[in-house]
């Protein structure tokens, strides 16, 4: 009888210590659904909006290499990798995002160039960059939105010559 009750009030300790358990991983699985919630709130950029930021890396990059700003023009190359990238990681639905790896060895052309301060191969790059937009927009519909070489630099704040 006393073996009994010694078995009894362990195996009541080791239920409490359970339910002491379960209901602290319940409170941290609840705790992580309302952070995954919140983060559902949370504003992320559309397709569209990503793609204007490329656009606008797109052409001050351009701005930087004719101006022979090598530091600028390898900034803004990590800064259309990093848009890019994003894109894959917010709109993995898209069915466009199919034909973006067309444009990374464009991007690694540009990059090499501007490794090796190549100003030819810089400006042929780009070229070829701006064509590659043009055939992906094609590609996958939108081929109203023509992506050209800037004319201009699109702002009128930032100095594109090295110093």
């Not at 064509?131 to 939105?145: K, L, P, R």
């Amino acid at each position: 009888m006393k073996y009994l009750a010694i078995i009894f009030v362990v195996l009541m300790f080791s239920s409490c210590t359970k339910l002491e358990r379960a209901h602290k991983y319940r409170n941290a699985i609840d705790s992580l659904r309302e952070e995954v919630g919140q983060m559902e709130r949370t504003y992320h950029p559309g397709l569209g909006e990503i793609m204007s930021g490329i656009q606008m890396h797109h052409a001050k990059l351009w701005f930087a290499g004719i101006n022979n700003n090598w530091k600028l023009a390898e900034y803004e190359t990590s800064e259309l990798r990093e848009l890019f990238a994003s894109t894959k990681l917010l709109e993995i639905e898209r069915p466009e995002l199919k034909s973006l790896p067309m444009i990374y060895p464009m991007v690694d052309s540009i990059a090499a160039a501007i490794k090796n301060q190549d100003f030819e191969k810089f400006k042929n790059g780009f070229k070829g960059l701006t064509a590659t937009c043009n055939i992906c927009h094609q590609m996958n519909h939108f081929e109203f939105n023509v992506i050209i070489i800037p004319i201009a630099p699109p702002v009128v704040n930032q100095d594109f010559k090295p110093h």
